[in-house]
């Protein structure tokens, strides 16, 4: 068992953990012909079924009172009123205001900060519309057919994964694509392919400082002022920046500097004007649809009891597996292949936002923080990594996410993954215990949570990524971990800044000697060829 049981609050939850830790799932279900409902959740369109967990309602109760005597509803409430919760950094956590209604009024130092986050949303949507209806042209006068977002980490994977997922909303006459890696593999197809008369460019930074990104941006005004000299640039570039100077310095007009602030961290930037291909992909009337579906969540979360809020029972759920079962690993499987990217994003919120070895006092920590996160889209997955699911030595937690209803005609592959979806969660949970040949054994009672949505729209996507966010932010209090800084970043960032030049020199001999040598090894073989 972890070390979390040995602190005050969750002491109480070992006497649970002592009775179910043996207990067998379907035992459990015929113990208790109330389990499903009772362990059902429905909110702002997300139906979870946590009765394929590995624990009861009793047992879901102590963790809420734990969590409730570690201060979770206060810290839920320091959020939405703008305390600075990001203590390291002295900072606001208000991605909930980015998707909050215009009236409500939410304070960093004492002022509003709705009239800006309008404002801004307003200026984006102008853009949006220009670009969509062609209004905005190009040096050479035509209108703009492709836009290419250049960021990297939450300044790309919450657009990317969402624009992906909302394929069926696609409207307009723009193709969004999507630059993130350093690797000139990535960019350079892209260039290859399309015309720079009628491309924009998104640079998409908050610091404004990313390697990655100023490169790509680099190269991309380069490839731009090529093609229609450097007066084009103010035309084929738009900048997505918390550090507005730094995008004045590139050369980007103001009228095409969009900004939002350092109460928003990159990881849950999506629904600020970082959101913009995804505006730009299915128009601004959608945009503003997945705000609402994320707002309906922060309005269950912000209010819901804890012990029927969903974000706060996914949480506490993780907690159970990570401490009590000391689970390594948690994976995310929607059945949806426009959610093939959720795992990546969802990577990034969890592990960049929980991978912490100290907490807010900056101690370490006496106990596991984040698991590893992971996963891939059913049922592709099923022929790749389930058979270490049902028969493996090391069983996962695992979230199924499916939508009722899918956007095409295909009726009868639609009943088959829905099919599929739900005999893996049964497979898992009953195994087939009956038969002779261990080989053909599967132990089951190996748990999962089922997440439904009608269909998989603006809405109730806001809804599950917000849930997912919130999920991230009940950990971390529980851990008494600071969730939105990302220090850890910063070491390999420094000496990639010092790698660089050795590399150039071929002389690596202020590194360490694996690395040196590494160099020397790179400077021969560039020698030889
Ligand atoms: O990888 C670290 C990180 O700072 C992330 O937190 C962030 O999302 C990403 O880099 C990109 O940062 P920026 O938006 O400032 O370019």
């Not at 100290?358 to 891939?376: I, K, N, P």
């Amino acid at each position: 068992m972890g070390a979390i049981h040995q602190t005050a609050p969750w002491r109480h939850v070992v006497e649970h953990f002592d009775r179910l830790c043996d207990a067998d799932l379907i035992d459990l279900f015929q113990s208790d012909g109330d389990r499903v409902p009772g362990l059902s959740v429905k909110a702002a369109g997300v139906h979870a079924d946590f009765s394929k967990n590995r624990i009861d309602r009793a047992a879901l109760d102590a963790l809420c009172d734990a969590a409730e005597a570690h201060g979770l509803a206060d810290a839920r409430r320091a959020m939405f009123e703008g305390a600075p919760i990001n203590a390291t950094e002295g900072r606001s956590v208000l991605h909930v205001a980015l998707r909050a209604d215009g009236y409500r009024r939410i304070e960093v130092d004492g002022e509003d900060v709705m009239p800006a986050v309008q404002a801004e949303r307003e200026k984006m949507a102008g853009l949006v519309s220009a670009l969509r209806d062609g209004t905005w042209t190009g040096f050479s006068g035509q209108p703009i057919r492709d836009v290419v977002n250049i960021g990297i980490g939450g300044s790309d994977l919450g657009p990317r994964m969402v624009t992906a997922a909302l394929a069926p909303f696609h409207s307009g006459p723009l193709s969004v694509h999507f630059v993130a890696n350093l690797d000139g593999a990535d960019l350079a197809p892209k260039l290859a392919r399309l015309d720079p008369a009628t491309t924009v460019f998104i640079v998409a930074s908050k610091s404004f400082t990313t390697m990655e990104t100023l490169t790509n941006a680099n190269t991309a005004r380069r490839w731009i002022a090529e093609a229609g000299g450097e007066g084009a640039v103010s035309r084929h570039f738009i900048a997505l920046s918390a550090n507005p100077s730094a995008t004045g310095e590139f050369g980007i007009d103001e009228a095409n500097r969009l900004t939002f602030w350092d109460w928003v961290g990159g990881r849950f930037s999506l629904w600020s004007v970082i959101g913009m291909p995804i505006a730009l992909a299915v128009g601004n009337e959608h945009f503003d649809a997945l705000l609402a579906g994320a707002r309906a969540m922060d309005e269950h979360f912000e209010t819901a009891p804890l012990a029927e809020n969903l974000p706060v029972l996914m949480a506490l759920l993780g907690i159970w597996y990570r401490h009590f079962f000391e689970r390594p690993t948690h994976a995310v499987l929607p059945y949806d292949e426009r959610l093939e990217l959720l795992p990546n994003y969802l990577q990034q919120a969890e592990m960049e936002s929980n991978g912490k070895g100290v907490d807010m006092d900056g101690e370490a920590v006496s106990m596991d923080t984040a698991s590893v996160l992971w996963g891939g889209v059913g049922t592709n997955a099923q022929h790749a990594f389930f058979q270490m699911l049902h028969q493996g030595t090391h069983w996962v937690p695992a979230d199924f996410i499916a939508a009722i209803n899918p956007h095409h005609d295909l009726a009868e592959h639609h009943e088959g993954l829905l099919a599929n979806c739900l005999a893996q969660t049964a497979a898992l949970m009953i195994g087939d215990r009956e038969v002779d040949d261990p080989h053909r054994f599967f132990p089951g009672n190996r748990p999962s949570t089922t997440f439904l949505v009608d269909a998989l729209t603006p809405a109730t996507l806001g809804a599950l990524i917000a849930a997912y966010e919130h999920k991230i932010f009940c950990m971390g209090q529980a851990w008494g971990i600071n969730s939105f800084d990302q220090f850890g970043v910063q070491l390999g960032k420094t000496l990639a800044k010092r790698v660089q030049p050795a590399l150039r020199a071929g002389n690596g001999s202020e590194l360490d000697p694996s690395t040196a040598e590494l160099i020397t090894a790179i400077a021969r073989r560039r020698r030889e060829h």
